[in-house]
């Protein structure tokens, strides 16, 4: 288990495409600058949408977990 | 003074009126033909026609007006080929043609009825866009063509059919022959306008008639009318 | 609105007048016969979601600037200025379509809707008032499509998970290569999407027919079409595209997705390589033996929506229903159907969008034809218009059952045969 301290926690495990990524943007924008959002999904594709998502929209994926097929991002707030 | 204006509508409005209608036309499919080609296809399925049998069919019979509305569509069909045979029916005002004498007749075979078709039609489409849900849709331009060709169409009528029915004398009746006359001076640019058409009795509704004819033609290129060329490019990307 | 924002506005209307467009543009009659062929007009019986209106919002525009009617003599065809009313319509039009060219159906001279509107999404995204998260979705395909290295080796080790639920289903010794990537020479590069669903339902058909298959690294669906960006849109299908040649594959399949599949095959000019949908591929394997599935095994009633970009826009009607007949005993056409079907209204990336409300009412014909139709089970091959029909399904309590194709023809295969 990781350490990190997480303010948002969001389940989208079984979420069809695009929703994940929608979702983890929405809720990003309510929250403030510097805090941690953590995402859990089962899409495959999302080892490369949510980084690529991060870097087009300037935020930062600080640490990634897998327990069997659910992956797990840490995405923290940087603007 | 209104000799003056009757001149203007019967000849130099003419020319303008087919001038503007020939450089519109080829300047509509200029600006087409300049325009890019996109390699998307953008035809529907399925496509059962082989394409240009398919196109001629969606063109021409518009089958899909028929299934949607079959009302309109034969309010459509009936206006359509009334101002198909009118087009030939002023064909043989300029000239004799003997293919059209198959059936042997005097000018204008529709004797008037062909008119009336199609100011009952052409009221047709005005008044269905005065009500919801067409109403919403209409824009001005669309009854404005409307108004104007059913004036168009009515003076036409209401010249032909007085002359064809109302009893005058020989001396004034007007024939197919006056107006060969008057259409030949206008083709060989050597225009006419005799006595003869001008002294005949509603010869005001006559001027009337080529005034919103007039109007017509020189808006066609620049109005929606420009469907009628259209059609056949837009049907074709349907069936790509 | 400033002179230099409206200079930029027609310029970029400019770059798209091509043929079509100036045939759509110049040649409707608004004979009114579309009015209410969009379901979105059927769930909302307001103007605004016919599409001669929608259509109407671009000429307008369009007449205003580059007509001597709309220039000289506005009133003629009520030519309308650019501000941010008339912007507001222009989102209006644009993200109420799903893109779904039913009122094409109707019209008699066949006019493309969304063609108009993509100067409509055009103008949206220069007014920087298109939808944000479509445009972020687009900006995420495009960055992945630039900087797919990086992700490459992450993405593999997820696929590893997935190779073992693959195997399980197959009942194989081993999960070796049961999704193979970067095949060289492969005969098919598969194109899925984000979701496992749509990798492992898809492997366990291809493993079963013993295909010799490849997966891609990127997602089919195209966000930047959805946006109605030509470059982005262009940028994210070429870098499958690109992947294809590379491996010199001879047939791409595009996963359960009805845009993905429409602009690979009928958008993209000539390609190298055969474009085909899962549809398709299950529908040979099924018709060729390479596949053996449970016949009759479903019970209750099944139905089957047609994927607008899949049917009416691409032409697939006939595969999955040979498919489901197949597999079901009891199948039911919804009325009307084929290329005159109610589109779901996902369509169009909206079911992206916060608009749950807008998606449940404009769903209505939908949700009308699945009670008409008395099905239980409702396939369709589209992974938006599932999301959709799950929406349109919760809104009403159904209480039916939504699945894909590719889940149902997977859970029906004979293993070992």
């Known amino acids: ?31 403030t600058v510097g805090q941690i959002l953590m995402a859990e999904t089962t899409d495959p594709g999302a080892h490369a949408d949510f980084p690529a998502w991060a870097k087009t929209s300037g935020n930062e994926i600080i640490e990634t977990e897998r327990e069997g097929n659910v992956s797990k991002f840490y995405i923290k707030k940087l603007k | ?50 394409t240009p049998v398919g196109i001629i069919k969606d063109s021409l019979f518009w089958p899909v007006a028929l299934k949607k509305s079959p009302l309109l569509w034969g309010f459509l069909m009936v206006f359509h080929l009334a101002i198909v045979f009118l087009i030939i029916g002023h064909m043989e005002l300029i000239s004799d043609f003997r293919v059209l004498q198959i059936i042997p007749h005097d000018v204008f075979l529709g004797a008037g009825a062909l008119g009336m078709i199609l100011i009952v039609s052409t009221l047709y489409f005005l008044f269905r866009r005065f009500r919801s849900p067409f109403r919403e849709i209409s824009i001005p331009e669309d009854y404005l063509l409307l108004i104007i060709l059913f004036f168009s169409i009515l003076f036409g009528t209401i010249f032909h059919m007085s002359a064809r029915y109302g009893s005058y004398s020989e001396l004034v009746k007007i024939s197919a022959g006056d107006f060969r006359e008057y259409f030949m001076g206008l083709i060989t640019f050597k225009p006419v306008l005799s006595y003869k058409l001008a002294l005949a009795p509603h010869f005001i509704v006559l001027v009337l008639h080529v005034f919103f004819s007039n109007l017509f033609i020189i808006l066609f290129p620049f109005s929606k009318m420009i469907h009628s060329l259209f059609i056949f490019f837009a049907i074709s990307l349907k069936r790509k | 609105m400033e002179n230099q924002k409206i200079e930029e506005f027609k310029q970029l209307i400019k770059s798209r007048l091509n043929k079509p467009m100036r045939y759509y543009l110049d040649v409707c009659t608004r004979c009114g016969l579309c009015y209410d062929t969009c379901h979105a007009y059927y769930g909302i019986p307001k103007k605004e979601y016919s599409p001669v209106n929608r259509a109407e919002v671009v000429r307008k525009i369009y007449k205003k600037y580059f007509r001597p009617s709309g220039k000289f003599f506005p009133y003629w065809s009520d030519a309308t200025e650019i501000d941010d009313n008339v912007m507001e319509q222009v989102y209006e039009a644009a993200f109420s379509c799903t893109g779904c060219r039913r009122c094409m159906m109707f019209c008699p001279f066949g006019v493309d809707m969304p063609h108009i ?17 479509l445009v972020m979705l687009a900006d995420g395909a495009v960055e992945k499509g630039k900087s797919i290295d990086l992700f490459k080796e992450g993405y593999r080790n997820v696929i590893k998970d997935l190779e073992t639920e693959v195997q399980k289903k197959l009942n194989l010794p081993s999960s070796e290569n049961l999704i193979p990537m970067e095949k060289k020479g492969a005969n098919i590069l598969y194109v899925g999407l984000s979701g496992a669903n749509s990798i492992v339902h898809p492997a366990v058909i291809f493993n079963s027919a013993k295909e010799d298959w490849t997966l891609s690294y990127f997602e089919a669906v195209n966000f930047g079409a959805f946006v109605g960006d030509p470059e982005k849109m262009q940028f994210i299908a070429n870098r499958i595209i690109k992947e294809a040649k590379e491996l010199g594959v001879k047939e791409v399949v595009i996963v359960e997705c009805g845009t993905a599949f429409r602009i690979m095959k009928h958008m993209m000019g000539e390609l190298p390589f055969k474009v085909s949908s899962i549809v398709e591929v299950i529908h040979r394997y099924i018709r060729d033996g390479r596949i053996k599935i449970r016949e009759g095994s479903i019970k209750e009633a099944v139905t089957y929506h047609d994927p607008c970009q899949l049917g009416r826009n691409s032409g697939v009607f006939d595969e999955p229903r040979y498919v489901l007949k197949k597999l079901a005993g009891d199948f039911r ?19 992206a969008l916060d608009n749950e409300e807008f998606r449940i009412k404009s769903g209505k014909a939908k949700k009308d034809q699945i009670v008409a139709a008395g099905a239980s089970v409702v396939v369709s091959a589209c992974e938006n218009c599932i999301l959709q029909l799950n929406t349109i399904n919760q809104g009403y309590g159904l209480g039916v059952e939504v699945k894909s194709l590719s889940e149902l023809v997977s859970e029906n295969i004979l293993t070992g045969a």
């Not at chain 2, 204006?5 to 200029?30: D, E, Q, R, W």
């Not at chain 3, 100067?119 to 920087?128: D, G, M, R, T, W």
């Not at chain 3, 589109?343 to 079911?351: D, E, F």
């Open chain 1, 1 to 31: 288990m990781s350490t990190i301290q997480v303010d948002v926690n969001m389940d989208l495990k079984g979420l069809a495409c695009p929703l994940p990524v929608v979702k983890v943007s929405q809720q990003i924008k309510k929250m």
């Open chain 2, 1 to 50: 003074m209104w000799d003056y204006i009757s001149y203007l509508v019967m000849v130099p409005m003419v020319y303008v009126a087919f001038t503007t209608l020939i450089l519109g036309i080829i300047f509509k499919v200029y600006t087409v033909y300049k325009s890019p080609s996109i390699p998307a296809r953008l035809g529907v399925y399925p496509q059962d026609d082989i």
């Open chain 3, 117 to 133: 509107l993509s100067i409509a999404k055009l103008l949206l995204i220069a007014n920087e008032t298109a939808p944000e998260e």
């Open chain 3, 333 to 351: 056409e919804m009325t009307p159907t084929r290329e005159l079907n109610w589109c779901c209204g996902g369509g169009g990336g909206l079911v």
